[in-house]
């Protein structure tokens, strides 16, 4: 099986231009076929209040309604996916920027209303392998924003991580693929005020181990949640880290089974 | 040769929520390969003054400086472009938003600084016919909002009825190709102040006609112009008409060499 690597870049490293292009120009110079999932930071929530559109908050956690997923759909969307794409282009690295409408290529379901009505919230449920594959066949890099397709006519916000591991997960079973996680941090820290603390590599036993003795913070939990799930549905490795974990020679984190 | 149609979709149609409806189900149901390009009418106007962007003019013409043309990535890029595709498939019709810079697809230069300064402002200068036609092979139906890739990063915005036209012209080396411009107007009218003085047919010698006696208003003409362009260059057979022009028993002004 040819090897497939899904890179997520998050959000704080997408607004530091800086940080941004270095990152970009180490991925442009990964070998092989990939794919890039970006996250959106704090752009959308900065428009939306010039907008006039408020941020609703339920129980500490963010409501996307209408008028958020509209700023959503401009913002990671269009601003931060054209340029992404743009910026590839510049540097030789022929890629398409999309959303799961497009090709019909994540499909989700609003995610159920039980104590929080998240509003056009969506959990992948599906990923069109097909067409994704039939891209990178053609050399071209699919940048995917973190919205996907509800069906009729609906998008979706959609979690940036989750989104990069169910890709990851679909693509193994025609790729050998790795997941990566770039981050505004060097890996899972073993204590959170120190940002060297990184822990080298993680896996199944250690996890349990962390988890027990409550070091892993709040923030990192459904990361390495998603990581684990992603390892039992044929992921291969998984590595976590800052805007230079595509470098061979990054400090990260790495987990494995 | 196989047929295929490009249409154009102006944004005072894209604003009106129930002609865009009528427009989409219409370009649904078309048989065989085809191709949509959209305009963005005044949302992009009004989300830079809300953002506090002014919109400068020189000489009445409008000037795409930085902040435009991050607020047309965003609102033709990414709301319009990306809520067209979900209705499309909503309708089961597979379709991908692009902007020039996806794919490679369409390659423009910044407009020649004369009197005027225009900006981030692109005219195209290539279409990669290999990668829209590999998508048409596929079934899925390209959807380009009016933005080009200049190179070096940069997105250009572009004049959506030339990219239409330019689109037209060099896919016509491989399909038998058809341009639709569906606008406010029933097609071109021979009275300005009179939407029913639709003009049925019009060829060479009636276009010189027209010209000669004026009767072709000014927001008409570089339209008529790009038509007789694109039908020297390949294109088959274009038409103009409202948001029922792909209807066979539409009022329009079809235009032929």
Same mark, same amino acid.
Request: proline share 2%; glycine share 8%.
């Given at each position: 099986?040819?090897?497939?690597?899904?890179?997520?870049?998050?959000?704080?490293?997408?607004? #530091?231009?800086?940080?941004?292009?270095?990152?970009? !120009?180490?991925?442009?110079?990964?070998?092989? =076929?990939?794919?890039?999932?970006?996250?959106?930071? !704090?752009?959308?929530?900065?428009?939306?209040?010039?907008?006039?559109?408020? +941020?609703?908050?339920?129980?500490?956690?963010?409501?996307?309604?209408?008028?958020?997923?509209?700023?959503? +759909?401009?913002?990671?969307?269009?601003?931060?996916?054209?340029?992404?794409?743009?910026?590839?282009?510049?540097?030789?690295?022929?890629?398409?920027?999309?959303?799961?409408?497009?090709?019909?290529?994540?499909?989700?379901?609003?995610?159920?209303?039980?104590?929080?009505? %998240?509003?056009?919230?969506?959990?992948?449920?599906?990923?069109?392998?097909?067409?994704?594959?039939?891209?990178?066949?053609?050399?071209?890099?699919?940048?995917?924003?973190?919205?996907?397709? /509800? /069906?009729? /006519?609906?998008? %979706?916000?959609? *979690?940036?991580?989750?989104?990069?591991?169910?890709?990851?997960?679909?693509?193994?079973? +025609?790729?050998?693929?790795?997941?990566?996680?770039?981050?505004?941090?060097?890996?899972?820290?073993?204590?959170? !005020?120190? #940002?060297?603390?990184?822990?080298?590599?993680? *896996?199944?036993?250690?996890?349990?181990?962390?988890?027990?003795?409550?070091?892993?913070?709040?923030?990192?939990? =459904?990361?390495?949640?998603?990581?684990?799930?992603?390892?039992?549905?044929?992921?291969?490795?998984?590595?976590?880290?800052?805007?230079?974990?595509?470098?061979?020679?990054?400090?990260?984190?790495?987990?494995?089974?």
């Amino acid at each position: 099986m040819e090897s497939l690597k899904v890179v997520k870049i998050g959000g704080k490293l997408i607004e #530091d231009k800086q940080k941004l292009e270095v990152f970009l !120009n180490d991925f442009v110079n990964l070998e092989g =076929p990939r794919i890039l999932v970006h996250g959106g930071g !704090n752009m959308a929530t900065d428009i939306a209040s010039k907008l006039g559109f408020e +941020t609703k908050m339920v129980d500490g956690r963010r409501i996307t309604d209408y008028n958020s997923m509209q700023v959503i +759909t401009m913002v990671y969307g269009g601003l931060l996916n054209k340029n992404i794409v743009a910026e590839l282009q510049a540097l030789n690295c022929n890629s398409i920027g999309l959303c799961g409408a497009d090709g019909n290529s994540i499909i989700s379901k609003k995610r159920p209303v039980k104590e929080v009505n %998240f509003g056009y919230v969506g959990d992948v449920s599906n990923i069109n392998v097909g067409f994704i594959s039939s891209l990178l066949q053609q050399k071209i890099v699919p940048v995917f924003s973190a919205i996907s397709y /509800g /069906g009729n /006519g609906q998008l %979706f916000n959609t *979690n940036a991580d989750s989104m990069a591991s169910e890709i990851a997960r679909a693509m193994s079973e +025609t790729y050998k693929t790795e997941l990566y996680y770039c981050f505004e941090k060097k890996g899972v820290l073993s204590d959170a !005020n120190d #940002d060297d603390s990184v822990i080298n590599e993680i *896996n199944r036993k250690k996890y349990k181990e962390l988890l027990d003795k409550k070091i892993i913070s709040d923030g990192m939990l =459904p990361k390495l949640h998603n990581c684990f799930e992603a390892l039992e549905n044929g992921v291969e490795q998984i590595f976590l880290g800052d805007a230079t974990l595509l470098r061979r020679e990054s400090i990260h984190t790495k987990i494995s089974a």
